[in-house]
């Protein structure tokens, strides 16, 4: 609509909180998107006009940001195959984009297109129910290059190369999860330490946690106070026999964004105890983020944390920022504007930080004073830091994706820690260190792009530098 202003774009720093306005061409209303392995960042699809675009922006240096080079481009020679309205998407080994479901669609396609029809996914049409709680549904890219696909209850190990399941998972009791029951998931870490059955290779674990959601009717009735779900389910993809472990979060949550965090823990934050997703369909706001450490025993795993004072409920997002803290914004639970009432349309960004970045810890945070930009597939990089305190064991080098954060569910979020050696003090007595980490064996395991790289001392990163992960130049 080409004269109404509820839609925005932003550059927005978080350094100097400045934004420097964008132009939104056509409707983005529940889009997807992804970063390419250049830093571009694409989105898909949306509503009205915007159903089939693919659009791009590229960053660029301050000094440009002026021109129109510098704003969002959409493809004139290109759309997509069908229209995409609450759809994921996922960065591929290959560097290519798969686009899954959305209203309507029980199909996949990729960008760049490999043909011109959608490849069908009859999975997403079995799961569908009379809410039609399959829409955003969770996509994890596996590290032998399968995708794990969950909707509403259900999930399936997809192979996209052939087009064909190569296994189905058993169900996941409990609510529904996915769009507009708004649970949310994460692939945990994945490490260089898990080998396969004969001690080699690195990588091979990956296991999958899905938590929250509303109970079902929630939407359909329009019952904003019904409870919502209060468990999480967390299977290991890559076993041959996998089982969901039920686990229960602190109270109830709904709409909640997990972000992974430099250490491998996952933050659970924004939401709501009641309702669903929908406008005006949640009421009684999360305010307690909780960490989720899954390196502890069952049942200790969940610890909540400082509360906030703004409801972040419906359309809210969190982002991870290079600094360690979490960037959250938004929250607009009705159709326009709306400042009025107990859950006004909500402007204001903040930004939460973790535990790990409390004053009483400064002196074990490292300082990365020197890293590669880029490195190669397996390469052996080294990075020089310094530390206040004496490091007295390993430092690890942890890889963080940049996802495209909507609706409860970071599209393409992953974290690798690194094979790392043993740091190493320099002759200046022991303030100045130097390791060396081991890059990530191939594109399965983290498809090509940038990667935050922050080293984790004793469990506090450092402010990360970015990383291009890349194949070998010819």
């Keep these: ?39 571009t960042l694409l989105q898909t699809g949306g509503d009205y006009e915007g159903t089939r675009k693919i659009r791009t922006f590229s960053p660029c240096p301050a000094a440009q940001e002026d021109g129109i080079a510098c704003d969002w481009h959409e493809l004139q020679d290109e759309e ?50 009379a809410q039609t709680d399959t829409l955003y549904p969770f996509v994890h890219l596996l590290p032998d290059g399968n995708l794990f696909i969950f909707a509403n209850t259900r999930a399936v190990l997809y192979d996209y190369i052939a087009g064909g399941v190569v296994r189905e998972y058993p169900a996941l009791d409990g609510n529904p999860r996915n769009y507009p029951s708004g649970g949310s998931s994460v692939m945990l870490a994945l490490s260089a330490a898990d080998k396969d059955e004969d001690g080699d290779g690195g990588f091979t674990r990956a296991e999958i946690l899905v938590c929250g959601g509303a109970i079902f009717g929630a939407f359909l009735q329009e019952n904003a106070g019904l409870p919502a779900g209060d468990t999480c389910g967390r299977i290991t993809a890559t076993d041959l026999e996998p089982e969901w472990a039920i686990e229960s979060m602190p109270s109830p949550r709904v709409m909640g964004d997990m972000i992974l965090l430099p250490t491998g823990d996952a933050l659970l934050i924004n939401g709501a105890q009641a309702g669903c997703q929908g406008f005006n369909l949640a009421t009684i706001p999360c305010l307690n983020p909780v960490l989720y450490r899954p390196d502890m025993p069952s049942g200790l795993r969940f610890m909540p944390l400082t509360p906030g004072v703004t409801p972040r409920m419906y359309h809210s997002t969190a982002n991870l920022l290079p600094d360690g803290r979490v960037l959250v914004a938004g929250s607009n639970p009705h159709h326009f504007y709306n400042f009025t009432g107990d859950f006004p349309t909500e402007l204001s960004l903040e930004a939460f930080s973790p535990e790990y970045l409390s004053p009483g810890l400064a002196n074990l945070r490292p300082t990365i004073l020197s890293a590669p930009s880029e490195v190669a597939y397996g390469e052996v990089f080294e990075v020089s830091f310094s530390v206040e305190l004496p490091v007295t064991g390993i430092v690890e080098f942890n890889l963080v994706s ?62 990360a530098t970015w990383v291009r992960l890349m194949s070998s130049p010819p």
């Design 402 to 463: 940049a996802p495209f954060s909507t609706h409860s569910f970071s599209q393409g979020q992953r974290v690798l820690k690194l094979s790392v050696g043993s740091a190493q003090a320099d002759e200046l007595g022991g303030v100045i260190y130097r390791s060396v980490g081991s890059a990530p064996p191939s594109p399965l395991v983290a498809p090509p792009a940038f990667y935050m790289l922050f080293l984790v001392n004793q469990g506090i990163p450092s402010v």
């Design 1 to 39: 609509l080409k004269h109404d202003c509820t839609a925005h774009s932003v550059v927005f720093d978080p350094v100097s909180a400045s934004i420097r306005p964008l132009t939104v061409l056509t409707d983005t209303w529940c889009s997807s998107g992804q970063f390419l392995p250049d830093g």
């Design 80 to 129: 997509l195959g069908a229209g995409r309205w609450y759809a994921t998407n996922q960065l591929l080994p290959d560097g290519r984009v798969i686009v899954v479901g959305g209203r309507g669609q029980f199909t996949a396609e990729f960008v760049p297109a490999a043909s011109v029809s959608p490849v069908e996914l009859p999975f997403l049409r079995q799961a569908q129910d």
